[in-house]
């Protein structure tokens, strides 16, 4: 088993869950996945990716984190 943790962009989010959703259709499974919506400070140099955090006081990119566990032959 593998633990997979990936940091998704907002707009590529959508596409993802898709794709597992696409898989789990043809059987090749995955367990215990979770989407959490974080703010990173300081990812990104280009100004159009960030927004300012209040809660943080400072400039932060949003993006969700995604956690999964699944077997060895599909981790790729």
């Known amino acids: 088993m593998k633990e ?3 940091f998704i962009r907002q707009h590529r989010i959508a596409n ?3 794709t597992l959703r696409d898989l789990k259709a043809a059987d ?3 367990h215990n996945i ?3 919506q974080v703010q990173r400070p300081l990812a990104s ?3 159009a990716q960030q927004h300012y955090s209040l809660d943080l006081a400072e ?3 949003s993006e969700y984190k995604l956690d999964l566990v699944c077997t060895d032959e599909v981790a790729d």
Request: hydrophobic letters at 50%; glycine letters at 0%.
């Open 4 to 6: 997979i943790k990936a």
């Open 45 to 47: 140099e280009d100004p």
């Open 59 to 61: 400039a932060v990119v």
């Open 28 to 30: 090749i499974s995955y």
């Open 16 to 18: 993802v869950l898709q």
């Open 34 to 36: 979770t989407v959490s």
